[in-house]
């Protein structure tokens, strides 16, 4: 761990910097005591590695495949149903009626 006091810090710091950067540690002293410290800051996310959960994951065959037709159901006709006042099904029937 190198040393600087302040002045050659304030003259030298993209040096330092770079320095700190590639892994160093530098400390800064003001006459001869230790005031501040260089360190790099870790990256808050790192490099993930291609194929890291490899073996504990499995992904079915038919991870894409269509959904069975009552799960779909479940998704759209029970909930737009439920959600509607009991009177506006029975106004809409009664308009479609008419039209024909």
């Known amino acids: 761990m190198k ?4 002045h050659e810090a304030k003259t030298h710091l993209s040096r330092l910097l770079k320095r700190v950067s590639a892994g160093e540690e530098i400390t800064i002293s003001r006459a001869g005591v ?8 870790a990256p808050a996310f790192g490099i993930r590695p291609l194929g890291a959960m490899q073996g504990q994951i499995r992904i079915g065959d038919d991870f894409d495949a ?3 037709a009552d ?3 479940s998704f759209y006709a029970e909930d737009s149903k439920r959600n ?3 009177g506006a099904r029975s106004g809409r029937t009664a ?6």
């Open 3 to 6: 040393q600087v006091n302040v």
């Open 34 to 41: 230790p005031v501040a410290k260089l360190i790099a800051v």
């Open 66 to 68: 269509p959904l069975p």
């Open 71 to 73: 799960i779909l159901a």
């Open 84 to 86: 509607e006042p009991s």
């Open 95 to 100: 308009k479609k009626r008419a039209q024909s």
